[in-house]
C-alpha cells in the first residue's frame, strides 16, 4: 500500500541532545513537508521541498535541519538550539507543481524532551 | 503573505444539530483550499476540498464552497453524528506547492 511512514511514533530524548525524525513516502510524490503541532495553535510549517536537494524554510525552521538526498526521504533535525523541542510532527507529500492536489499525512511522531 | 483563519472553538453540537465552521484566508495568485480532519493521536485525512471559485467540495455530508469575493471557505454539516467529534483544519496550497493550515477547530459532538 502506498503512503507515508513516520517512525518512530514516540521517542524520547535528554535536552541538548540532536534527534533525527524518520519520514518515507513510497507515493512518487515531489513534494514534501515537517510541520509541528502544538496544542491550539494547529499546525506549523517547519520546511518544506519540492523536489531532491532542495528545500525552503517554513514559518519556523530556527533550531531544525533538513535534508534531501532521495525523493523517498525527508529526514528532520531537530538540534539543540531548538528552544521548545516537545511536540508532535507530522510529515506530509503532495504532487509537485499541481496546487489543486491535496498533501497526505504520516501518522505522526511525538517527541519528548527531557 | 499566506495565512487562514478558523473559528478555534472547542466547539460542542447535540447530535443531528447544524455544523459551520468559518475559515477566511489571505493568499497571493489563486490557491487551491482544503478541509482536513483529524483524529486523537493521528495524522490529517483529506476531508474536501476546491480549486477555484464558486466551486463545490463535498465528502460524507460535509460542504464547503470556495467564495473568492469573501476569501472564504466556510464548512457545513446539516447534521452531525457523535463520530464527527474531532479537529477539523482548513487549509490553503500555493502554486509552489506551500501548504498553509488554519489554526484548527475542535468538535465535540454530544448524544
Known amino acids: 500500500d502506498g503512503g507515508i511512514t513516520q517512525s518512530p511514533k514516540y521517542l524520547f530524548r535528554k535536552e541538548g541532545q540532536n534527534v533525527t525524525l524518520s519520514c518515507e513516502q513510497n507515493l512518487n510524490h515531489d513534494a514534501m513537508y515537517w510541520y509541528r503541532q502544538d496544542p491550539g495553535q494547529g499546525l506549523r510549517l517547519i520546511y518544506y521541498s519540492q523536489i531532491v536537494n532542495d528545500f525552503q524554510k517554513g514559518d519556523i525552521a530556527e533550531g531544525y535541519s533538513v535534508s534531501r538526498e532521495k525523493k523517498e526521504s525527508f529526514p528532520l533535525t531537530v538540534t539543540s538550539a531548538q528552544k521548545n523541542p516537545t511536540a508532535f510532527y507530522l510529515c506530509a507529500s503532495s504532487i509537485r507543481g499541481q496546487g489543486n492536489t491535496e498533501a497526505f499525512f504520516g501518522q505522526g511522531t511525538r517527541l519528548t524532551v527531557v | 503573505g499566506n495565512s487562514v483563519t478558523q473559528m478555534e472553538g472547542p466547539v460542542t453540537l447535540s447530535e443531528e444539530a447544524f455544523l459551520t465552521i468559518n475559515c477566511t484566508y489571505t493568499a497571493t495568485g489563486y490557491p487551491s483550499l482544503f478541509w482536513y480532519v483529524q483524529y486523537p493521536g493521528e495524522g490529517l485525512q483529506l476531508l474536501l476540498k476546491a480549486t477555484k471559485a464558486d466551486d463545490k467540495g463535498s465528502n460524507k455530508g460535509f460542504e464547503a464552497t470556495y467564495r473568492k469575493e469573501t476569501t472564504s471557505f466556510h464548512l457545513e454539516k446539516g447534521s452531525v453524528q457523535v463520530s464527527d467529534s474531532a479537529v477539523y483544519f482548513c487549509?490553503?496550497?500555493?502554486?509552489?506547492?506551500?501548504?498553509?493550515f488554519g489554526p484548527g477547530t475542535s468538535l465535540s459532538v454530544i448524544p
Open positions: 487549509a490553503l496550497k500555493t502554486s509552489y506547492d506551500k501548504v498553509i
